[in-house]
């Protein structure tokens, strides 16, 4: 099993719709957990940080499921500027400082 | 004001020669990143330096060395380009190594012919 692991997509989805993409990861002991966007060519931006109550910021609903190891990320009346590549981010400082990037999954999203 | 800054933007060079690439970030962070994102997207931690102090080296060739002269730069040298090597290098800061918020520069596209 990859140390995290998402759906590579991609998903198409209609404007207004909601969709929904998970990030699981297989390391108990991960710590902090992040959702960047990254459009084509160009750098990752951190989109939020993912907190164990979860949180929300506008449209966007990060969610963190300790027990089944994975988070999520939920968009609300989606965008066309919504369009990217949605990485998440699992920081574990145990023994072995570690800081794994998901492989993004794309989102499509049509008018 | 550009946050985190990289030169140069594109690098195409041959084979065999070292070449450097600059990083530079004006938001008083004590931490900094070098990633590789390779031609099928995979974004991969190679350093991170916290406080001008190496904190995370993957494992990476030897050809690859980092260095902090101080806590808002971070360069990377690479002697002996390798094909394999051509990719998008990024580099990113974060307030701390526990705040692992990161804020990116543009990326260096380096192409080894």
Redesign the interface.
Known sequence: RKEVEQDPGPFNVPEGATVAFNCTYSNSASQ?F?WYRQDCR?????LM?VYSSGNEDGRFTAQLNRASQYISLLIRDSKLSDSA?Y?C?V?TMDSN?Q???G??TKLIIKP | DTAVSQTPKYLVTQMGNDKSIKCEQNLGHDTMYWYKQDSKKFLKIMFSYNNKELIINETVPNRFSPKSPDKAHLNLHINSLELGDSAVYFCASSQDHINREQFFGPGTRLTVL
Not at chain 1, 42 to 46: D, F, G, V, Y
Request: a positive charge; aromatic letters at 16%; hydrophobic letters at 50%.
């Open positions: 902090s992040f160009k750098e990752p931006k951190l940080s590549t990485l981010v920081v400082y800081l794994i990037w492989a993004g």
